[in-house]
């Protein structure tokens, strides 16, 4: 669940667009529009308004199409409002009518008494379900926040993290250089997406777009590199490590084991990449991201380079190649 409270004008007010957009407009009940949304999922009131409210979810988002107004009709022709009432006494957070459908007056009127807004938009109800469902899961996804650098390399979303000064800024911004596109730098905001979907963007996306390199400053990467070198959100697909050089320590030379890091319950591949003076990390990181794209498409150089090492002393030319022609056993 989201952390501050999510209300109907936040709804209203939210910035979509595309295919994402609501095009919602409040027709009825402004009063009630600090009302608050608990629940991501929407509810259709049928049977509600029929007079069955066993299971009847009243906390969900109620969603009118074209039945539930053609009975909304019918009632108001048989002057019988009795179901109505029940209806807005479920404690309601709002009702949206697709298809741009306006309700009767005695909806409106009872509406108005209860503060429930009112909300209508232009879509299919189909249509709108899917782009509000898609809202809420990104709304109320768990999420948390990191420090680093996200960065999108060869189609590859990879979060760069590591002390202050290991030179996590001066990575990305070579990695711009070369051509690949900065998501966001120092906090980034984490959200899980459908159980196992990392989106990261910047967690404040008026500054996720600039970067501080110390000697320099502040820049703005989209002012100096273009909209191209840029974008608003990428899933977290790898994340890499800067570490200083421990030369007492041992690193991974092969590779053939994936190390993970849970973050939000799902497991992201991780590596660690020691920092010493002459490494060329952009490089470095740019390999990993293809490889990190190979493994994907179910190849994976180590295990390969592993199973041909294998492959060869079991034909006996280890052998002769460590004990030369004129070794004897």
Request: glycine share 10%; with cysteine.
């Amino acid at each position: 669940m989201a952390d501050k409270k999510f209300t109907v004008l936040d709804l209203l007010q939210l910035k979509l667009s595309g295919h994402d957009a609501l095009h919602l407009k409040c027709i009825a009940g402004r009063r009630g529009l600090p009302r608050a949304i608990t629940v991501p999922e929407i509810n259709r009131p049928g049977l509600a308004l029929c007079g069955f409210y066993e299971n009847f979810v009243g906390n969900r988002v109620q969603l009118f199409g074209r039945g539930e107004t053609a009975y909304l009709n019918k009632l108001h022709q048989d002057n019988n409002s009795e179901p109505l009432k029940s209806f807005f006494g479920s404690g309601l957070p709002c009702c949206i009518f697709t298809y741009d459908l306006v309700p009767t007056e005695e909806f409106i009127q009872l509406a108005e008494e209860n503060c429930c807004p009112v909300l209508s938009t232009d879509l299919s109800s189909t249509d709108f379900s899917n782009r509000l469902l898609r809202a809420f899961s990104n709304i109320f996804a768990p999420h948390q926040t990191m420090h680093g650098v996200l960065v999108e390399v060869y189609g590859i979303g990879i979060l760069i993290n590591g002390h202050s000064g290991v030179g996590k800024s001066e990575t990305a911004l070579e990695l711009v250089e070369r051509g690949h596109r900065l998501v966001a730098d120092d906090i980034i905001e984490i959200r899980c997406v459908n159980g196992n979907i990392l989106l990261g963007r910047g967690a404040n996306t008026t500054i996720s777009h600039h970067m501080e390199i110390r000697g320099l400053g502040i820049i703005n990467i989209s002012q100096l590199y273009g909209v191209g070198a840029i974008r608003d959100q990428k899933e977290v697909q790898l994340i890499c490590q800067l570490e200083d050089w421990d030369s007492q320590k041992l690193y991974d030379r092969l590779g053939t084991e994936t190390n993970y890091k849970e973050v939000l319950g799902v497991k992201i591949p991780f590596i660690e990449i020691p920092v010493r003076p002459g490494r060329n990390l952009p490089i470095i990181i740019e390999a990993a991201a293809m490889n990190e794209r190979l493994k994907n498409m179910g190849y994976n150089s180590a295990k390969d380079f592993n199973q041909n090492v294998l492959k060869w002393i079991e034909t006996g030319d280890a052998k002769s190649a460590y004990y030369g022609s004129d070794d004897s056993y």
